[in-house]
């Protein structure tokens, strides 16, 4: 027991101390919050489309207002001398509107030097029907007043479980997307190190040396966690980072648009977005999220890892053995990250649900689950199953490698069938 | 006493007999060979007196006890062929851990490190990461970090590979000293002047199975052809080397190997010269090297096999 706890320390120190650890640790939170905040950012004046109109209808005049982006200027000019000038005048692009019959629309035509974007085609034709749509229910002699009073504008609120949880299937989806999410990427991430870590181990023949002192499966499950630990640090880590930004960014952002005078949202833009931020942070079950969050981290963790551990003693000095030792591994992994994407949008499918069950892919697709609620879209037995199979599971991956790696580890120059590896596994020692 | 005893033991691969019932004792602070081709079994059988790997059938004792993994594993010391060191780790860090898996607390272990490293002086690479380091200053590291825990029994597998000769000495002369200490040495080579020089006793392995067993001089004893080398001042004309008690083999510039004829003592070829007043300058018997023996045992069990095989 010691000398496991003697090989956890290594394991975990020579990779918390690398420099690599560090910058992953730090920046990755870094990048991904830029990866949110940038995107607004760029959104300037500069890339405004600035779009002349020339309305030979005549009956857009004054009713395209400026909106997010696009800035409508009508001019009068004609269309074969102006369709030449219009990029000299610092327009981005030309909008002709011919003399029209209001019921039976003519092709309107857009001038630009490169393709028109998506975005820009959809508000553009959106603003254009509307005006014309307005213009008919005038002429059909239908008060728009009145027509506004018919329309209903009806939002369902879910109200979840005996609580009456207020909650939202949109926070739910995001929520479990990301879980899910970062659950494939813990399995393939920290997977692949415990199988390099194992390699190094067999190329540099420190296995041999290693193991007359100690026993295979103690410097197998040494390394398994020992980068748990590493893993289970960056969580911390992370979480904290997450933590800090919400308590020091909400309150900053609240601010921040108030002062300043260039800034796209309003004072009351921006009161709302905070609501819609606590309404988020609000909406998901925190505490049982975060210990099952752990819990489907460590358990897919050690799942895998021992797998891939039994891969890397498989592997010989060509790299490309791994390759194709590590696929009959990744397979499920990638197969977990097509049921989530599933899973994700309809929680309760008999897919999600076995997904969510089998040990092979229920860490990844169970976090997508999870924040849709329990027990309410995940009853506790299925959860309970859940757990007692992942936990069978990890144990019984964890014998079966420990088989396979013992032999392998001291295995040279020949290349091992799977024949060969199932008879290690049925051996006995 | 036997520090070490194998009774039979056997390990059944797949598709060969990698050790097929060897038994052999090494007694306590001797220095013994175990010799044997490529693909013998020396690995097989290292491995399984290391407790890495467990016997098919047969018996090991270790200091009188069966052999129990778990425990002995502490007295033992397990230099490899093949060097292994994590290439990334500091030598001291590396040295520590090694140590500290073999039992000694971070407080014994510090102190065996300043010890080794001081007399091995290369206190100064403590901070070097190992790939850093010369193959042979690796080797040197490997050494240490395989004697610190002071072992019962140290298992070296050709331990000069890659040594210049200067450290090689500085092992050779570890080696002497550690059984003089009462460390019992097994040592694996192909070298067959160093076990000459270093071992007293010998296994030979070939095919799993064991050749031979004993002493380095018994041994040599064992398979002489009972020739002799005699160098003489002048040569003796031919009509005077006409005797009983032996034979001419090789004539020389300045004497005779002779093989001694059955039933006739050293002395009565010494007597045949001094009777024919020739002056004797250097008188020896030749004994086979353990390399003579070792080739040709092996040959000899080779073409056993290939006979049986036939058969």
């Keep these: 027991m010691n000398k496991i706890w003697i090989i956890i320390k290594r394991e975990f120190l020579t990779r918390v101390r690398k420099k690599s650890f560090i910058v992953t640790t730090l920046l990755l939170p870094v990048l991904f919050a830029s990866m949110i905040v940038l995107p ?31 800035h409508y200027n009508f001019v009068e000019a004609k269309l074969d001398t102006f369709k030449k000038s219009y990029r000299d005048q610092g327009y981005t692009g030309l909008l002709h509107i011919p003399k029209m019959d209001i019921n039976r629309l003519p092709a309107i035509v857009y001038y630009s030097k490169g393709q028109m974007p998506f975005s820009l ?29 018919i329309r209903a ?38 997977g692949m190190m415990v199988m390099r870590g194992v390699m190094e181990e067999k190329t540099n023949r420190i296995a041999e040396v290693m193991v007359s002192s100690v026993k295979p499966f103690q410097l197998m499950m040494g390394k398994i966690i020992g980068i748990a630990g590493v893993g289970l640090v960056q969580f911390i880590i992370w979480t904290a980072i997450i ?76 790299p490309n053995d791994a390759q194709s030792l590590t696929f009959p591994i990744t397979l499920p992994i990638i197969v977990a990250i097509i049921i989530m994407i599933q899973a994700v949008v309809k929680p309760t499918s008999p897919l999600a649900v076995w997904g969510s069950i089998i040990p092979f892919t229920s860490p990844v697709v169970m976090m997508a689950r999870i924040p849709y609620g329990v027990p309410g879209t995940v009853p506790y037995w299925q959860l309970g199953l859940s757990m007692i199979s992942l936990i069978a599971g990890f144990l019984a991956t964890t014998w079966v490698a420990a088989k396979i790696y013992r032999t392998g580890i001291l295995m040279y120059g020949k290349k091992v069938t799977l024949g060969e590896v199932g008879k290690w596994i049925f051996r006995k020692s | 006493m036997n520090v070490l005893e194998l009774q039979h033991l056997k390990k059944y691969y797949a598709t060969h007999r990698a050790v097929d019932d060897i038994s052999f004792s090494i007694p306590k602070g001797s220095i013994f060979g175990l010799l044997g081709p490529n693909g013998a079994g020396k690995t097989t059988l290292l491995r399984m007196i290391t407790g890495i790997i467990y016997p098919d059938a047969g018996e090991v004792f270790f200091d009188g006890r069966p052999f129990d993994p778990h425990n002995d594993i502490q007295y033992i010391g397990y230099m490899p062929e ?221 073409m056993e096999a290939v006979a049986a095989a036939v058969n």
Excluded at chain 1, 162 to 190: H, N, P, Q, R
Excluded at chain 2, 172 to 191: N, P, V, W, Y
Excluded at chain 2, 201 to 227: A, C, E, M
């Design chain 1, 40 to 70: 607004s950012l760029f959104i300037n004046s500069d890339n405004d489309e600035k779009v002349a109109v020339i309305d030979d209808s005549g009956y857009f005049a004054g009713k395209l207002p400026d909106e997010k982006g696009i």
């Design chain 1, 121 to 149: 085609r959809g508000s553009m034709e959106k603003r254009l029907e509307s005006v014309i749509e307005d213009k008919r229910m005038e002429m059909a002699g239908i008060d728009k007043s009145k027509l506004e009073d």
């Design chain 1, 153 to 190: 504008d009806i939002s369902i609120e879910n109200l979840a479980g005996e609580a009456e949880k207020k909650g939202s299937s949109t926070v739910a989806y995001i929520v479990g997307w990301i879980s899910g999410f970062l659950i494939y990427i813990v399995l393939l991430v920290f």
């Design chain 1, 243 to 318: 933590i800090g930004l919400r308590l020091l960014l909400l309150p900053l952002l609240g601010a921040d648009t108030d002062v300043s005078a260039a800034g796209q949202m309003s004072a009351n833009a921006s009161g709302k977005f905070k609501e819609q931020m606590e309404f988020v942070i609000n909406s998901i079950d925190w505490f049982s999220l975060l210990p099952l969050f752990l819990f489907y981290f460590l358990g897919g963790y050690l799942f895998y890892a021992a797998l891939f551990a039994a891969v890397g003693s498989l592997v010989n000095e060509d």
């Design chain 2, 82 to 302: 093949e060097r292994g060191l994590y290439k990334k780790m500091k030598v001291g860090e590396q040295a520590m851990y090694l140590a500290q898996l073999k039992g000694l607390s971070a407080k014994e272990a510090r102190q065996k490190i300043d010890y080794w490293f001081n007399r091995f002086e290369i206190t100064s690479w403590s901070n070097k990461k190992i790939e850093e380091l010369s193959k042979g200053m690796q080797q040197k590291v490997q050494f240490i970090s395989t004697v610190m825990h002071h072992p019962k029994l140290l298992i070296l597998d050709e331990p000069f590979s890659g040594l210049d000769p200067i450290n090689s000495q500085l092992i050779q002369d570890e080696i002497f000293q550690l059984a003089k200490g009462g460390t019992t040495i097994i040592f694996s080579t192909h070298r067959m002047e160093q076990v000459e020089e270093i071992c007293d006793h010998i296994v030979l392995v070939n095919k799993g199975k064991k050749v031979l067993d004993g002493p380095v001089k018994q041994i040599r004893q064992d398979f002489k052809h009972h020739l002799y080398r005699i160098s003489l001042e002048s040569m003796p004309n031919p009509a005077q080397m006409a005797t009983h008690h032996f034979t001419i083999v090789k004539q020389h510039e300045n004497g005779y190997t002779v093989k001694i004829n059955e039933y006739s003592k050293t002395n009565d070829i010494l007597a045949h010269f001094l009777h024919h007043g020739i002056q004797i300058t250097f008188f020896e018997e030749i004994l086979p090297t353990i390399h003579e023996v070792f080739i040709q045992q092996v040959k000899t069990t080779d």
